[in-house]
Nanobody, 117 residues
Framework: QMRLVESGGGLVQPGGSLTLSCAAS????????MRWYRQAPGKGRELVAF?????????NYANSVKGRFTISRDNAKNTIHLRMQSLNAEDTAVYYC?????????WGQGTQVTVSS
């Protein structure tokens, strides 16, 4: 059983930056590959970023955020981060962290990011 709690969302101006965090419960966090998804109003959920387990040596990004977003992990704190830069209105969405363990998907409650002037 894992619990995921996102934080760090808010209102930011176009061109601004924001860093999201996701704190995970459980002692096996370092074994978990982790993902950030987002869901914009009226749209489906989109995979934004992926980081591999353990040292997090492999990352991957949606084309829409490549070069602007950076996913990272801190296994000592059971936390992942999503550093978002050069934000624009199309990045407005609820952002969720997600992982799968023993065939079960775990999702956080989401954190709202609004990009607006």
């Amino acid at each position: 059983q894992m619990r995921l709690v996102e934080s760090g969302g808010g209102l930011v101006q176009p061109g601004g930056s924001l860093t999201l965090s996701c704190a995970a419960s459980g002692s096996v966090f370092y074994r978990q590959a982790m993902r950030w998804y987002r869901q914009a109003p009226g749209k489906g959920r989109e995979l934004v970023a992926f980081i591999s387990n353990a040292g997090g040596g492999y990352t991957n990004y949606a084309n829409s955020v490549k070069g602007r977003f950076t996913i990272s992990r801190d296994n000592a704190k059971n936390t992942i981060h999503l550093r978002m830069q050069s934000l624009n209105a199309e990045d407005t969405a609820v952002y969720y962290c997600q992982t799968t363990s023993s065939g079960t998907e775990y999702w956080g409650q989401g954190t709202q990011v609004t990009v607006s002037s």
